[in-house]
Every structure is written in C-alpha cells, then in structure tokens.
Nanobody, 120 residues
C-alpha cells in the first residue's frame, strides 16, 4: 500500500532554514508527481509546491517562491523541500502528497505530516 513518511520538521528561527524529507513506498514513485502542502494553526490546508515525475519541472506557491526548493531522488524514492528565509507565516504542519495538483483536495495519498515552527 502507498505510504508517505515525512521528516525534518522542527523549530527554526526567523531567517533560518529547514529541509523536509518524504520517503515514499508502495507505488511506482518515478511515474508520479509529488507535492507538499501545509496547514497553519486555525487555517485551511494550503498547497505549497509540486514537482513533476522526472524532476525537471516544479511549481510554487507565490509566497514561497525564491525561498523554497522542491527536489526528488527517484532512485531513493524521496522528495525534499528545502526551506530558506523562514518567517512566522511558514509555521504549520507540512504534508507530503502523491500527485501533481495545486489543489490539496485533489491529492489521493498523504503522509502524517511534520511540524515546522518558526519562532525566536
């Protein structure tokens, strides 16, 4: 069965960086786009970034463009989210998802999430 396991969250200071990882299993990883979404406290789930199956294209939420970089390693079945210049609005539970969509509701499989907290 499909499994997605995120890691790498934690506490970061404003201006700091974190790198999230997502380990995938149970499907032909190299054939599917992958995405990241986040949910801030009291807010709706928000799409953050998507990467195509071959890793050659990606999309980003406007507020993270230039600060976040999504990447993948198809041999390892991993997808990553490098987050730089973090600010308090980046705080939230970050989820990895299988698919190529920009609308969270269209993804079919999700991980359990990893918490990112940006605070001084």
């Amino acid at each position: 069965q499909v499994a997605l396991v995120e890691s790498g969250g934690g506490l970061a200071q404003p201006g700091g960086s974190l790198r999230l990882s997502c380990a995938a299993s149970g499907f032909d990883f190299s054939r599917y786009g992958m995405g990241w979404a986040r949910q801030a406290p009291g807010k709706r789930l928000e799409w953050v970034s998507t990467i195509y199956a071959d890793g050659r294209g990606a999309k980003y939420l406007d507020s993270v463009k230039g600060r976040y970089t999504i990447s993948r390693d198809n041999a390892k079945k991993m997808v990553y989210l490098q987050m730089n210049s973090l600010n308090s609005e980046d705080t939230g539970l970050y989820y990895c998802a299988k698919g190529i969509y920009t609308i969270p509701g269209e993804y079919d499989y999700w991980g359990q999430g990893t918490q990112v907290t940006v605070s001084s």
